[in-house]
């Protein structure tokens, strides 16, 4: 298992594209993939789990993978989450 923390670049609005784009990107990995919050643990492959968390920009979150392609995963997710 792998866990990094990062800080949020994009905006999450329900009605926005980043949203699908992040479950995009997670859905492309075999490993288990979770964004974890203060206080939700939402599966990074679900586009409702993801639309319910509502990310704002300069928010921290730790983002966790758990899988054969996990330093990929987390290394693909920080380079859109936090780039933008």
């Known amino acids: 298992?792998?866990?990094?923390?990062?800080?949020?670049?994009i905006t999450?609005?329900?009605e926005e594209r980043p949203v699908a784009?992040?479950?995009?990107?997670?859905?492309q990995f075999d490993s288990s993939i979770y964004l974890l919050t203060e206080d939700k643990?939402?599966?990074?492959?679900s586009i409702m789990g993801m639309?319910?968390?509502g990310l704002?920009?300069?928010e921290k979150i730790t983002v966790k993978a758990e899988g054969n392609d996990e330093e990929q995963a987390v290394s693909d997710l920080e380079k859109?989450?936090?780039?933008?």
């Open 1 to 9: 298992m792998l866990s990094k923390e990062m800080i949020v670049n």
């Open 80 to 84: 859109y989450l936090c780039s933008l």
């Open 51 to 53: 639309m319910s968390l």
């Open 41 to 45: 643990h939402i599966n990074a492959k």
């Open 12 to 14: 999450a609005d329900p």
């Open 56 to 58: 704002k920009k300069g």
């Open 21 to 27: 784009m992040l479950v995009q990107i997670a859905s």
